[in-house]
């Protein structure tokens, strides 16, 4: 198993930090964490979930960021964490992997390659996923920083 397992002594003070943090941040509502491999769950049910999730997801991202520093402080290891609040995340996942099959359905079509930009690095991994062992197309990123871009194309 990963040294990065959590013990129930530092679940406790994780979640401790976290219930402060949204408390500082006067964001009302629960949530339960659980390890997930080497990444830390938090399932928020809240009725700010417009303020949490921010413009495209940006403020969520941000707050993940914010949240695995705080972490590290605490319990001195870093751990990814991944924040689902009110099912923004699985419904992402949903639209990504169907716009995947969309996009490969348009590149069959076609019979050329198709650029998918503005998604994030982990949303790019969605659709990689949704396409890896596709026997039609391949995916692949392309550029750097925000002019990333992902690129669906015939095998």
């Known amino acids: 198993m990963s040294d990065l397992k959590i013990t129930t002594k530092e679940k406790k003070t994780i979640e401790e930090a ?8 006067e964001i009302q509502g629960t949530f339960t964490l659980s390890q997930n491999d080497e990444i830390l769950d938090i399932v928020m049910e809240t009725e ?12 969520l991202e941000s707050l993940q960021l914010i949240i ?15 924040i689902e609040v009110d099912g923004y995340k699985k419904a992402r996942m949903e639209y990504l992997e169907s716009l995947a099959r969309q996009m490969k ?16 690095s982990w949303e790019r991994r969605i659709v990689h996923l949704a396409l890896q062992d596709d026997p039609d197309v391949v995916s692949e990123s ?4 925000r002019d990333r871009v992902l690129i669906i194309k015939p095998k």
């Open 68 to 82: 695995s520093l705080m972490v590290a402080k605490k319990i001195d290891k870093f751990i990814r964490v991944s």
């Open 142 to 145: 392309a550029g750097v920083g």
């Open 48 to 59: 700010d979930s417009g303020m949490i999730i921010g413009y495209h997801g940006e403020t």
């Open 105 to 120: 359905e348009k590149v069959l079509e076609e019979k050329q390659e198709q650029v998918v930009d503005s998604l994030k």
């Open 18 to 25: 976290i219930g402060d943090l949204f408390a500082s941040l």
